[in-house]
């Protein structure tokens, strides 16, 4: 049997995306002493790139739900040295319970899923991170109420984050608006599927036409991990700065969002950050319950 793995919020079972945010809510809401879940068993972290969210709050989820962690850098095993990542997959899968990797390359962490017989999850790749967006999507939820009908507006860099709002839009039935040059765009195939499933989303070369009367502004860091060509994302990304100004435009009621971490004054405002309307510490928090919901999945919990 396939393992109940959390790696593209696209490929998920029908229904599974909106039982794990619920599950998130119910476990935030029943406070942070440690539950059973899971009891006995153990999650391996893999980190080809930095953390500092990701890996607490999956730490500390599984502290919550009974469980442990084994933490380890991908420079620190042998897959730096050439072993495969079939095969890797298949010696962890012997060990812990469940596994859960950042590194680069998407399909590289499919092809680790593909031969792992535990649950795989995906903690950030350069095309998508879908436990940001379940923490994302709670934040919304508990500030603004349901989903369906509401409009988040994405500003920036159409990276990794941006394209897996897309993914979520759909089974949850809001809208989504990318305002970004078009040398960093959100891809055409993507915005194009997504279309061809029914979803509404617009794309915007102007920040402010994006964020006009939306409900949730978002945005992330001009230069993602990996990315070699900071000085030209510098300067084409310097319009798409998420200030007060632009916060103006949305609705009173919107909040602002960001995955973290911030490089504050460049796509994101001291004054916003630190505002009325900002979310992003709650968002931080939310990585918790989130990572809570979407293990007590991987383990058949809920
Ligand atoms: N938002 C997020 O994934 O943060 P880290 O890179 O610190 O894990
Ligand atoms: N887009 C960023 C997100 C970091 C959590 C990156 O990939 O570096």
């Not at 607490?56 to 620190?76: K, W």
């Not at 978002?218 to 632009?246: C, I, K, Y």
Request: aromatic letters at 6%.
């Amino acid at each position: 049997m396939t393992p109940n793995h959390f790696v593209e919020l696209s490929t998920l079972p029908s229904g599974v995306l909106r039982k794990v945010i619920d599950a998130a809510h119910a476990m935030k809401a029943a406070g942070r002493t440690p539950t059973t879940v899971a009891a006995g068993k153990t999650l391996a972290m893999l980190f080809e790139k930095p953390s500092t969210r990701t890996r607490f709050s999956f730490d500390m989820a599984m502290r919550e739900l009974g469980g442990g962690t084994i933490v380890a850098a991908g420079s620190e095993m042998q897959l730096s040295r050439g072993e495969s990542l079939s095969d890797t997959a298949r010696v962890m899968s012997r060990y812990v319970d469940a596994v859960m990797i950042r590194m680069l390359d998407h399909d590289g962490l499919k092809e680790f899923a593909e031969h792992a017989t535990v649950p795989v999850i995906n903690g950030l790749t350069r095309d998508s991170h879908p436990c940001q967006i379940v923490a994302d999507l709670v934040t919304v939820e508990e500030r603004l109420g349901p989903l369906p009908e509401r409009t988040i507006a994405w500003v920036g860099d159409g990276n990794n984050v941006a394209r897996t709002f897309i993914e979520a839009a759909g089974p949850l039935g809001f809208q989504v608006r990318f305002a970004t040059p078009d040398a960093y765009a959100v891809p055409a195939d993507i915005i194009a599927a997504a279309r061809a499933n029914g979803i509404t989303v617009t794309t915007h070369t102007s920040a402010a036409d994006a964020v006009a009367g939306a409900d949730v502004v978002v945005t992330d860091t001009w230069v993602s991990m990996g990315d070699a060509d900071a000085q030209e994302r510098h300067r084409l990304l310097a319009p798409f700065q998420v200030n007060e100004a632009l916060m103006a435009k949305a609705l009173p009621s919107a909040i602002f969002l960001h995955c973290l971490p911030a490089h504050r004054n460049e796509e994101v405002t001291d004054a916003v950050m630190d505002g009325p309307q900002s979310a992003v510490f709650d968002e931080a928090e939310n990585r918790v319950h989130a990572q809570k919901a979407i293990l007590a999945y991987a383990f058949g919990a809920i």
